[in-house]
């Protein structure tokens, strides 16, 4: 992957292009086993902040000003709006993206608004707001399925966590007990998400 990386970086130098070329660079997702996430919980394949918090680099000199940070949220999703929004491109009229534009962040020149993001799998969904962030995980680990037990009526159970990142970035201290209100507003939120999402899906013909 070094060697790939270089190869790209190395032509763009030779051709002279440094200052017209935005240089991205992220993982897809966090570790799998035995790899670490450090402090954070979970790993790949969850949604946890360890299976999808990454690193992400961007590379554009005479625009992104050298050696700078920045603790926004950023998705995959963004890098499309971005990258047409660099080359100045027209996107389709009506055409609503569901990432954003990151090239104010990138530049220094001002900030994301603010917004909801989402995520599900087949076992997790979660929401997050500001520092706020819910997760909502089905009970139990994978099992075979198997003939319901007429006697036991299967009963739907899930654990609900809440956590302020900017205080607890390990996902440790579920607040969900102490602020019901939010929970019930995240729930929401994420319930209409996934409405609009299921109404969007192509239907197989």
């Not at 890098?79 to 055409?95: C, E, F, I, N, V």
């Not at 969900?176 to 729930?187: E, F």
């Amino acid at each position: 992957m070094d060697d790939g990386v270089g190869r790209i970086v190395q032509t763009v130098r030779r051709l002279g292009l440094q200052r017209r070329t935005l240089i991205v660079f992220c993982s897809d997702n966090g570790p799998a086993r035995p790899g670490s996430a450090g402090p954070l919980r979970g790993k790949k394949g969850s949604l946890w902040e360890g299976g999808h918090r990454v690193p992400g680099m961007a590379c554009w000199p005479g625009k992104i000003p050298p050696g700078t940070t920045s603790d926004e949220t950023i998705l995959g999703m963004d890098l499309y709006a971005t990258m047409a929004a660099a080359a100045g491109a027209d996107l389709p009229a009506g055409l609503k993206l569901d990432g954003v534009s990151i090239l104010p962040v990138l530049t220094g020149k001002g900030k994301l608004p603010e917004r909801t993001l989402f995520w599900r799998t087949a076992r997790q969904r979660a929401v997050r707001k500001s520092s706020w962030k819910l997760v909502v995980s089905k009970a139990g680990g994978r099992k075979r399925a198997r003939k319901p037990d007429k006697q036991k009526p299967a009963a739907r159970r899930e654990t609900v966590e809440l956590f302020d990142l900017a205080a607890d970035l390990g996902e440790k201290a579920n607040l969900a007990d102490k602020h019901p209100d939010r929970v019930r507003q995240l729930r929401a939120e994420l319930a209409a998400w996934e409405k609009q999402v299921s109404e969007g899906v192509t239907k197989r013909t």
